[in-house]
């Protein structure tokens, strides 16, 4: 397996690395993680893209000094403040995990694994109005993990975001956004590793993450290129 370590210099080109490390995988069969910390901003989904309300809720997420994203993973919009933890994980569609509800459940028990190395014990499911609401979401003491899946003819790539802390910072961006948006949002659903008693070290959170999600598989360390 190959681990992708590191980010770009900015969001853009950063998200394009995540999408090469799938296309490469398509190509060459071998599964591929990354585990890091993205920029400051909001990554939008293409429900979100097809909303009347999306140029307002862009124009609240720059007014706070976030940049505007729109990933092809996911449901609806997610912040991240440089301390916010995402994964992915690209894998073969022939790999031995199987159908999308067996990647799903796999990673979510992966994940699990992670945070309680991380001091938490987190449960399946979310709070009623929880950011980027889904059926994936694990949470203790608000929602922490959302993951969502894409699956291409050759490639499956699980993503995941994994809130560490600044969960105020978080509900306080996204509050706007989904009122431009006309979706339900509860800014009190949303939680924290930190808030919840465990670890407000976003870099213990990507080691955890690391290890649970790769399995046991020996892996190749590869840095992202810078531009």
Known sequence: MRLLRGRTADPETDFERTREMAETVAE???????????????????????????????????????????????????????????????????????????????????????LDDCGITARTGEPDAAFCPGSHSLQADGKITGLAQRVRQSVAVVGGIVVVRDHEAIAGVLAPVYEALDVRFDTQSVGSVADAGGTDDPDRVIAALEQSLADGREVSVSAIRET
Not at 29 to 39: G, I, K, S
Not at 53 to 67: E, I, L, N, P, V
Not at 70 to 88: C, K
């Open 28 to 114: 060459d069969r071998e599964p591929a993680l990354r585990a890091w910390r993205p920029h400051g901003q909001v990554a939008f989904g293409r429900r979100d893209a097809n909303s009347d309300g999306y140029d307002r809720a862009c124009r609240a997420a720059r007014d706070q000094g976030y940049t505007v994203i729109e990933r092809a993973v996911g449901g609806r919009a997610v912040a991240y403040t440089g301390s916010t933890v995402s994964f992915s994980l690209a894998v073969p569609t022939e790999d031995p995990r199987g159908t999308i509800d067996d990647r799903y459940e796999w990673t979510k028990a992966a994940v699990k694994r992670a």
